[in-house]
Structures are given as structure tokens and as C-alpha cells.
């Protein structure tokens, strides 16, 4: 560490942590080597997950639940125990409330269809309300948009300030006798902004709304405790948690999944089947139709293996001193301006900017000559460039991974771009 982050605290031992992640070894354009700045759309992956993938692959690739070989018992015990890992990563009261799915795009839009097809009291028709906000992921607008062209429900949202966070000043009128779901970001993706969940919470209560979360952007960065949450519904993904591409997570209360109706018909959902009707399997299976993905949900297992053994709070105190330490280093940069919180405090990792009218494409493709990794566009989140007038934005966005030292490439390669074009 450097004289300039002698100021820094809370930091983990990123020199042997980044050994474990073998793409941050990677050297691009002309030597440089990579300065990964992108986790908030995926991170990078320890060997330990790396390791529990090909070890599946390898020794115990079979189907689950069906076989009563040995190699299919044990690749169902090694997805059963991932379920098992992910309940006690999120402090869920029962194991058969976690829900394994493709990612959290598929999550919440499971959450909206079990309430299109529900009965009383549950059912969104059009008589009902839909509450959302406008800093949501596009995963958190479409699916409820949908739901609402196809029953009718009247579909409302929380706007935003100046300062990138919700204006909750008209809560008892975007959240009414008639609301039933209400379904907000924790931390949002591009303005990083987190939520605050209990005054939120508190007003569904009120009028006996139901509660849906998307956690993406907080479960691989802080505790995610849902029974501390109270909400009925939390979504999140295991690519941006260290794990692998295609497996999300769907928690949901155990009394709510055996009354919602599944999503997806096939394998393993049923009970029994004739050709005149079916019955359904008991949740989480109820909701997981088909051959399930096995070895991503053994990586991600491997991966709350992986972010357990650091701790939760140690990685969320990490995070805090190199937002800290950003946020400050980037209000240096002339003609910069950060869209969303200007200070550390009830943000996340994630930091959106533009610089002066340089095009964010622009500042991203110079970066990259750079060898430093950062996205670039509206983040699924273009509501929220509507909203303060941009095409886009840069994002820079920080992991256990990321060091002082990055951010202080990034200034400089931002300086580089400034000129770059004069």
C-alpha cells in the first residue's frame, strides 16, 4: 500500500486474495495488465469454484433425484447441499424455501407469473395495483409491465431525486389499499444507491402488499439476511457472487410457495400425472421443472463456501473504504460528475458517471487501450438515464478484489481520456 491509501481502513489482504482469481492475472493490449472493473455485471471466479465445477464434471456428472446409482446419488447430494449452503448464506428458515433458478431475471419474472395465475387473495387482476421504482433493473420493470398488460392492473412507481435515491414523499400514494406486490432493488445497479428497506417494507405491511426484493447487487456484496428483511420474496444471481452463469435463487415464505401456483410444467415439479390433470411436488421442487442446472448450483455452493470463509461483514467493510476512497479520487477529475450519492454512505460498490460530453462509449473504448475494464450504456436501468437526461453512463464497480491501486488507475486513465479528446 502506497503513502496516498495509508488513510485507507477495513481493507482485506487483496494481494492473496487476487491469487485465487486467475483472470486478474491476465495481461491485454500491448502488456498491460487487466484492471477488472466491471463485478456489479459479473465477477471474477476463485479456482475454488473453478474446481468444484470441473470436479462435478469430472466425477459425478449425473441427473438428480431420479437415479439410484452411485454417481447420480452423489451429484444429488451435491445439489441438494448447495441448496442447503445458500439456506444458511441468506439465514432462511427452511432449506425448501430456497428456489434454484437460471438467474434473477428469471426469479422475479417466477414471482409475477405465480401472482397472475394465483387465486384470492394473492391474485393480481385488474382491480389491483403494482408498485415498482424508477431506478429498477429492466428485470424489475418488464416482468411486472407484462403482468400488468395481460391483467389489467394499474402499474406505479417510485421516482427519484436529484441525488439518485427515492423520493418516498407520496408512499401512501404509490402504495394503496389496492397495491399487492411491491417490488424494489435493495442496491441499485447503475446509481448504487441503497434502499431503505424498512420504511418501504413498513408501508406494504400496512396496507397487506407482498414484498419482492432484488438483491443482485447486494448478496455478493454485504449480510443478506432475509428473516431480518421481512419481506416475502428475495431474488438474487451467483454470477455476480463469485459463482457461475446461469443459476439465480428465488427465496420465498414457505406458506406463500404452497399456495402460489408454479411457473414452468414438466419433470420432477409433478406429484402424480394422469391425462385428465396433475398435481404438484412440494416446493422448492414445485418451482424447478425440468432437468435443474447442477453443477453452476454446485459452483455457487463452492462460492458462499468462498465469500463465508472471508465474511460477509469483512467484504461489505472492504467495499465501503474503496467506494470511500472512488467517490473522493473521481470528484478530483475536471468536467466528471457522478450520477447517484456523491459520499460512501448508503452506497454500494457500483459508481456511474460521465465525463464533461465525452460519450461513454468513448471513455470506455479509451480505458480498455488501457487494459481497465469498466461497463459502459444505460445498464438496464434506462428509466434512470431518462430521468437525469443521459444517453449513459461509465461504471466503475469494485468486488473484495479491487485495491486502491485500481482506482488509481482509473483516475489516470480517465486523465488520459480528457486528453485523449482535448
Known amino acids: 500500500m502506497t503513502s496516498a491509501h495509508q488513510g485507507l481502513t477495513g481493507l482485506l489482504d487483496t494481494e492473496a486474495i487476487r491469487k485465487d482469481f486467475p483472470l486478474l492475472d491476465r495481461v491485454v493490449h500491448d502488456g498491460k495488465k487487466i484492471v477488472y472493473l466491471d463485478s456489479a455485471a459479473t465477477s471474477q471466479k476463485p479456482r475454488q469454484v473453478l474446481d468444484a465445477l470441473n470436479q462435478y ?33 441468506i439465514n432462511a428458515p427452511s432449506r425448501d424455501e430456497v428456489i434454484f433458478t437460471k438467474n434473477a431475471s428469471e426469479s ?27 431506478m429498477e433493473h429492466h428485470s424489475n420493470i418488464v416482468p411486472w409491465q407484462l403482468l400488468s398488460q395481460r391483467t389489467g392492473a394499474k402499474l406505479k412507481w417510485f421516482g427519484l431525486t436529484d441525488d439518485g435515491r427515492l423520493d418516498l414523499s407520496n408512499i401512501e400514494e404509490v402504495i394503496t389499499e389496492k397495491t399487492k406486490i411491491v417490488s424494489f432493488t435493495l442496491v441499485s445497479n ?51 457472487m463469485c459463482g457461475p452463469t446461469g443459476i439465480g435463487v428465488l427465496w420465498g415464505r414457505q406458506e406463500l410457495l404452497e399456495d402460489l401456483p408454479p411457473f414452468l410444467g414438466g419433470g420432477e415439479m409433478i406429484e402424480t400425472v394422469s391425462m385428465h390433470s396433475s398435481t404438484y411436488a412440494p416446493a422448492p421442487h414445485k418451482f424447478e421443472a425440468g432437468t435443474p442446472p447442477i453443477a453452476q448450483a454446485v459452483g455457487l455452493g463452492a462460492a458462499v463456501d468462498y465469500l463465508s470463509a472471508i465474511g460477509m461483514e469483512n467484504i461489505a467493510r472492504h467495499e465501503h473504504a474503496i467506494t470511500e476512497y472512488a467517490v473522493r479520487r473521481l470528484q478530483e477529475v475536471p468536467d466528471l460528475r457522478i450520477i447517484g450519492p456523491t459520499t460512501a454512505e448508503d452506497r454500494g460498490a457500483a459508481i456511474s458517471f460521465t465525463l464533461g460530453d465525452i460519450h461513454p462509449h468513448d471513455v470506455g473504448q479509451v480505458l480498455d487501450e488501457q487494459g481497465i475494464a469498466v461497463r459502459v450504456g444505460h445498464h438496464c436501468a434506462r428509466p434512470v438515464c431518462l430521468r437525469y437526461g443521459i444517453p449513459a453512463t461509465t461504471r466503475a464497480s469494485f468486488y473484495l478484489y479491487s485495491t486502491p491501486a485500481e482506482v488509481d488507475a482509473l483516475v489516470e486513465g480517465l486523465e488520459h481520456v480528457r486528453n485523449f479528446f482535448g
Not at 110 to 134: K, Q, S
Request: aromatic share 8%; charged share 20%; net charge negative.
Open 108 to 134: 422475479l419474472n417466477l414471482v409475477a407469473n405465480m401472482l397472475g395465475w394465483a387465486d384470492e387473495p394473492y391474485r393480481v387482476d385488474h382491480e389491483t395495483e403494482i408498485a415498482i421504482t424508477e
Open 57 to 89: 464434471y469430472e466425477r459425478h456428472n449425473a441427473n438428480v433425484h431420479r437415479g439410484v446409482y452411485t454417481v447420480a446419488e452423489e451429484a444429488t447430494a451435491l445439489y441438494e447441499g448447495a441448496r442447503d449452503k445458500i439456506a444458511a448464506f
Open 190 to 240: 447503475l446509481l448504487g444507491t441503497i434502499n431503505p428497506v424498512e420504511t418501504i417494507i413498513r408501508r406494504a405491511q400496512e396496507v397487506g402488499a407482498l414484498v419482492c426484493i432484488d438483491a443482485s447487487q447486494a448478496a455478493p456484496h454485504m449480510v443478506l439476511d432475509v428473516q431480518a428483511l421481512q419481506a416475502d420474496f428475495v431474488a438474487f444471481t451467483g454470477h455476480k
